[in-house]
């Protein structure tokens, strides 16, 4: 039986793909990869990041305290309501962790250019952001979320599990923050401003930072892991794959395609897409521009995982 080239290329790729492994750490040992430089335009107007992830369901549901080692195997079961309190969102195991720290580290100091994402509340995931450091809630961050964390299924199924968080323009000023997870909008907040979140991102997140921190951290609370504020305890356990960059709102439909495994046209709103293919070594590295990179940080062959998102290819990608 005679294949054709598309079909050989495609059992090519299917064969070298992949994704990223978090496993669970000791104190002081964390695995995690960090992102120095965000894709050229993302945060300028409307965005989404996109991706991939399957948390480790192996590990229990329990209590979560700050600096505590249970920290390191518990799914935390906090379930706070947002804006509770100044510390609302302290008890959770960080996903991606792009919180700043401008002013410092005070409940009242500023975390303008946070983005992150967290799970709490039994396998619930949380998306948080900061655009300015005037009148903010408690916290300092908006919370997009499902509130109690139980009207939304838990993702410790040991399933795969599409998410997208984004930012699309309201009029006539304003903006909303969506969190999709499957195909369906779990939570949106609506905020006052439309910022332009390079002047945050083109710089350190903290003006004491090393510079080696860089940007953002998947895996792992980023301050922790480089063992330079050595206060929490927060890890993922998981896969994590096919994280997109966009520099648009995707549309409901769009989104509910990507979370059916379709594939995806490139268009010029795509930003930056890494696939975890490389199965090896500690670079990811955007599929469309190789100067943009994840860089793994105390991993193994452990850390590279065989097992691939539900996905089609990225059409005319390498």
């Given amino acids: 039986m005679l294949l054709s080239a598309s079909t050989f290329l495609f059992a090519s790729s299917a064969a070298m793909a992949g994704s990223l492994r978090f496993v669970a750490n000791a104190p002081a040992s964390y695995d995690f990869v960090d992102i ?20 480790d369901n ?25 804006y509770s309190s100044d510390g609302w969102w302290l008890s959770g195991n960080w996903l991606l962790d792009g919180h700043t720290r401008p002013e410092g580290f005070g409940p009242g100091n500023n975390r303008e250019g946070t983005f992150s994402l967290q799970f709490y509340g039994g396998g619930r995931l949380r998306f948080m952001f900061a655009d300015s450091g005037e009148d903010m809630p408690k916290g ?61 991102w083109d710089k350190l997140a903290h003006p004491a930072d090393p510079t080696q921190l860089g940007g953002w951290s998947l895996g792992a609370e980023v301050m922790t892991a ?13 896969l994590v794959d096919e994280v997109r960059f966009w520099g648009s709102a995707p549309s409901p439909d769009e989104i509910k395609s990507w979370a059916s495994g379709n594939s995806i ?3 010029p709103q795509l930003l930056a897409h890494f696939a975890f293919n490389e ?19 105390r991993g193994s062959q452990r850390s590279w995982s065989k097992e691939n998102a539900p996905v089609g290819n990225l059409a005319g990608a390498n």
């Fill in 279 to 297: 199965r090896r070594g500690m670079i990811v590295r955007d599929r469309l521009d190789p100067n943009y990179r994840w860089k793994l940080h």
């Fill in 265 to 267: 046209n490139p268009k």
């Fill in 58 to 82: 192996s590990f229990p549901v329990g209590p979560v305290w700050r600096s505590g080692y249970n920290q390191l195997t518990n799914w935390s079961e906090a379930d706070p309501e947002p």
């Fill in 140 to 200: 300092m961050v908006y919370a997009v979320q499902a509130w109690p964390a139980t009207t939304t299924p838990s993702l410790l199924d040991g399933s795969w599990h599409h998410v997208v968080a984004l930012r699309r323009w309201r009029e006539p000023t304003g903006a909303t923050l969506e969190l999709w997870v499957d195909g369906k909008r779990v939570a949106a907040t609506e905020v006052p401003r439309r910022t332009d979140m390079r002047r945050f």
């Fill in 36 to 55: 120095p430089l965000l894709p050229a335009s993302f945060g300028r107007g409307e965005f989404a990041l996109e991706l991939w992830i399957k948390p």
């Fill in 226 to 238: 480089w063992n330079y504020a050595f206060t929490q305890y927060e890890d993922y356990k998981g």
